[in-house]
């Protein structure tokens, strides 16, 4: 099975149990649904107010298992590919590039690159601060899985300001369409926490081996166009802090025509 066959494959395994588990009430953690993305923020939150489980808002058995779970246990074993091959909104994101592909829509580096980077963080920020000080959890009002979810199973009431954050919610996905992974790159808070292990997760021994392919097949494009994130392969796959670890890059049919000539 090849890389883009097997990631997709996991990619909608993810997307199974996180259907379950909302179909089922249960608050199963997966990074790229809901509760994961929920529990993640919601951990960076409490630790920065150690107050709200004071108040009996959270207890800490609650917040041990969302920490290990949600944030800790997926980071330290992979790192930031639980964005590329792990996270159901990611499978989502990527369908919509695909269409985006077919229409030549795609726009690897939009105006102001540079810049939008720098949302995530403010994202993240103000998460972490309206949570501690106002109990709001920002993330979870904002993220499109949270809507995506019960939408589709039927179990999200529609009034005037949820049809209003729903609105955002699906315009920030649907910029996918013509950005790849628009929500990855430069909204999402949960990558970041996650992505803090690119380069000391327990996957990277795996990968040197990968990396070496990479550098040896790399063409050094000046915008990759198969890397979802645009970046150099050749430098950063796979310990950069914005590599997904998708492993696109190793099926650059570009890369494989250089790997073919040796």
């Given at each position: 099975m090849g890389i883009r066959k097997l990631r997709v494959a996991v990619q909608l395994i993810s997307?199974?149990?996180?259907?379950?588990?909302?179909?089922?009430?249960?608050?199963?953690?997966?990074?790229?649904?809901?509760?994961?993305?929920?529990?993640?923020?919601?951990?960076?939150?409490?630790?920065?107010?150690?107050?709200?489980?004071?108040?009996g808002l959270v207890t800490l058995t609650q917040l041990a298992a969302v920490a290990l779970v949600g944030w800790v246990v997926p980071a330290i074993l992979v790192g930031g590919a639980v964005c590329g091959w792990i996270c159901p909104l990611g499978l989502v994101q990527d369908v919509l590039a695909g269409l985006g592909r077919k229409l030549g829509l795609t726009v690897h580096r939009?105006?102001?690159?540079?810049?939008?980077?720098?949302?995530?963080?403010?994202?993240?920020?103000?998460?972490?601060v309206l949570g501690s000080f106002a109990a709001y959890k920002l993330w979870y009002k904002v993220c499109p899985m949270h809507y995506l979810s019960y939408i589709l199973l039927g179990r999200q009431e529609i009034g005037l300001y949820s049809a209003l954050k729903m609105s955002v919610a699906f315009g920030i996905l649907g910029v996918s369409v013509f950005v790849p992974r628009f929500v990855c790159r430069y909204i999402c808070p949960v990558g970041v926490l996650l992505r803090l292990a690119n380069g000391w997760s327990l996957l990277d021994p795996l990968l040197k081996g990968k990396t070496e392919i990479v550098r040896k097949g790399c063409r050094g494009c000046k915008v990759c166009t198969v890397c979802p994130q645009a970046l150099d392969p050749a430098e950063a796959f796979p310990n950069d802090f914005d590599c997904m670890r998708c492993g696109r890059c190793l099926d650059c049919p570009i890369h494989l025509r250089m790997i073919g000539k040796d």
């Open positions: 997307a199974g149990v996180a259907a379950v588990g909302v179909a089922f009430g249960l608050k199963v953690v997966v990074p790229g649904i809901a509760a994961g993305c929920a529990g993640i923020i919601d951990t960076g939150t409490i630790l920065l107010a150690l107050p709200v489980v004071a108040a939009p105006p102001g690159h540079g810049v939008l980077l720098y949302l995530r963080y403010a994202t993240l920020t103000a998460t972490l």
